[in-house]
């Protein structure tokens, strides 16, 4: 299932009026805590594997700073990010220009990668609820050569409100072992949050 017209409004304007609000230079633009918290994130997702020399898709990729991340621990990735907010997509173009961002829905990118990351991008809470972002783990498993890593928020400790979805470490593990892949789980960097690792 694909966001609704009024769900790609709703998020639109819940990222968009915090990118105005902070700028492009700040996490707090993506609805982070601080920086410190984003990146903790993305050194988390990016534990799936040496990704020099490969591709990497971005799903959620905000303002790109995934990509940053990757060029000062990586070396030699062929990078794609994709959103489906319009101003993130053009702040991205901005503050990393020459490099590939795409406006779309991800459950219409068809393009393969080796690794696809998502890092807080299944989170927000719209009318499909967990079964569109599973969906979107779905597809994006189909998309990945390699791999796939996702973060989500871990219900034990924070409750699903109207903003946020929260997840269970099994209803997370039941999607991964009907895809019949490897999959672990992290929950060592950052209490409240989990990223899960899932292999070809």
């Given amino acids: 299932m694909n966001p609704s017209p009024s769900d790609k409004i709703r998020l639109a304007r819940f990222y968009e009026e915090a990118l105005l609000k902070y700028g492009s230079g700040s996490a707090k633009a993506l609805q982070w805590k601080n920086e410190n918290s984003q990146q903790i994130r993305f050194a988390a997702l990016c534990q799936i594997a040496d990704l020099s020399r490969k591709s990497v898709l971005d799903v959620g ?26 101003g993130m997509i053009m702040a991205a173009e901005k503050k990393y220009p020459g490099v590939r961002f795409v406006h779309a829905d991800v459950l219409e990118f068809r393009e393969q990668y080796d690794y696809v990351l998502a890092s807080g991008a299944l989170t927000f809470n719209m009318s499909g609820g967990k079964k569109l972002y599973f969906d979107i783990i779905r597809h994006i498993y189909t998309v990945a050569k390699k791999g796939v890593a996702f973060n989500v928020l871990d219900s034990n400790v924070y409750a699903t409100d109207h903003e946020y979805l929260t997840y269970s470490y099994a209803e997370i593990a039941e999607v991964c072992e009907a895809l019949g892949c490897q999959f672990v789980v992290s929950t060592e960097y950052e209490v409240g949050d989990f990223t899960v690792f899932l292999y070809k």
């Fill in 61 to 86: 990729c905000g303002v790109g700073d995934l990509y940053q991340y990757l060029q000062d621990h990586f070396t030699a990735i062929q990078y794609c990010g994709v959103d489906v907010v319009p």
